[in-house]
């Protein structure tokens, strides 16, 4: 075998996979709309997620879907192993839950301003599916400063 043919031979038997690029989210801003779960964050938030396949993923939330094309809000709990993410769906509805996002939140990154109060739903929270037929509808509308999340009995 030729020396070009056993140096191409090792570059495609190589099976260490290229590191994610750093990326920065501040010099980009506003301009985000899609951000691929490689860059997922914790706190961030993203709007989008079909609750038809939210439903199927959680079992129980939510408890009813409209229709074909209603949406929950998607909350980044931690980054797992392997560019996973956990996520909770994110509810206007107060289900009794522990943590919740204020109202009038400039979040991160974006500068969009949260318009209601928004209830973590963490009894429901699943591992983000690296489907893009699921992760490809969620639009990115930033990360929950830390002062904004506001707990039970605090």
């Known amino acids: 075998m030729s020396t070009f043919s056993s140096r191409a031979a090792s570059i495609w038997e190589c099976v260490e996979s290229a ?81 919740y996002i204020r109202k009038g939140c400039v979040l991160h990154y974006s500068e969009k301003v949260t318009d209601r109060v928004s209830y ?7 591992n983000l599916p690296m489907d893009p037929a699921f992760t490809d509808s969620l639009v990115f509308l930033g990360q929950v400063p830390e002062e904004c999340l506001e707990e039970r009995g605090t």
């Open 19 to 99: 590191p994610v690029r750093p990326i920065d989210l501040e010099r980009i801003g506003p301009g985000i709309k899609r951000l691929p779960p490689s860059y997922w964050e914790p706190r961030m938030l993203f709007s989008g997620a079909s609750d038809a396949r939210v439903k199927e993923l959680t079992g129980e939330f939510p408890h009813t879907v409209a229709s074909r094309k209603s949406t929950h809000p998607l909350f980044v709990l931690k980054t797992l192993q392997n560019l996973a993410q956990r996520v909770c769906p994110c509810s206007t509805k107060d289900w009794g839950v522990r943590r």
């Open 120 to 126: 973590l739903v963490e009894s429901c929270s699943f």
